[in-house]
């Protein structure tokens, strides 16, 4: 079945930086656009961040903009969030997930937390 | 950046009952639209898309509606596994972006 596992997560300093993983399986994943989302201690979720099947389109929320870089790794099966220059309100569990306009392989993983925290 | 308003952000409700959640956004997003269930500690999981069409595996009697700016979740007859967070999300336009929530709660 479709599954994606996120790992990376973590307490930092803030001004540091960290890389979230995500492998995925069930699914043809270079097929796949692949998005990061977040969701902030309490509050509602938040779109981070998108990458295209072959990696050519990227797009990000502004407040992530020159700080964050998404990318993959299709002979991996695998997404990737490079997080750098980590500030207080970047603290949030962070979900990879399939892309609602196909969703033939709907899935969201569980989620991995970071704390961004001095 | 579209901007995605549901209402109400609580509701509180029965087993067995009608209801409605509203998602509007701040400008026309033709059918893209989905709609997510989350439970706490849980990911969201996928309800609807394309404002109307029911993800495989939901019960039926959750159904979508609307296009443009205005769209409705509907869950026709509340069971007990359905008390839980509804989120809308927009995806016609980058940044994707979702509603602030709203918590249904056994009245």
């Known amino acids: 079945q479709v599954q994606l596992v996120e790992s990376g997560g973590g307490v930092v300093q803030p001004g540091r930086s960290l890389r979230l993983s995500c492998v995925a399986s069930g699914f043809t994943f270079r097929n796949y656009g692949m998005h990061w989302v977040r969701q902030a201690p309490g509050k509602g979720l938040e779109w981070v961040a998108v990458i295209s099947g072959d990696e050519s389109k990227k797009y990000y929320v502004d407040s992530v903009k020159g700080r964050f870089t998404i990318s993959r790794d299709n002979s991996k099966n695998t997404l990737y969030l490079q997080m750098n220059s980590l500030r207080a309100e970047d603290t949030a569990v962070y979900h990879c997930a399939t892309p609602p306009e196909q969703p033939q392989a709907a899935c969201w993983g569980q989620g991995t937390l970071v704390t961004v925290s001095s | 950046d579209i901007q995605m308003t549901q209402s109400p952000s609580t509701l509180s409700a029965s087993v067995g009952d009608r209801v409605t959640i509203t998602c509007r956004a701040s400008?026309?997003?033709?059918?893209?639209l989905a709609w997510y269930q989350q439970k706490p500690g849980k990911a969201p999981k996928l309800l609807i898309y394309?404002?109307?069409s029911l993800q495989s595996g939901v019960p039926s009697r959750f159904s979508g509606s609307g296009s443009g700016t205005e769209f409705t979740l509907t869950i026709s007859s509340l069971q007990p596994d359905d008390f839980a967070t509804y989120y809308c999300q927009q995806y016609n336009t980058y940044p994707y972006t979702f509603g602030q929530g709203t918590k249904l709660e056994i009245k």
């Open positions: 394309k404002a109307s």
């Open positions: 400008q026309s997003i033709n059918s893209w």
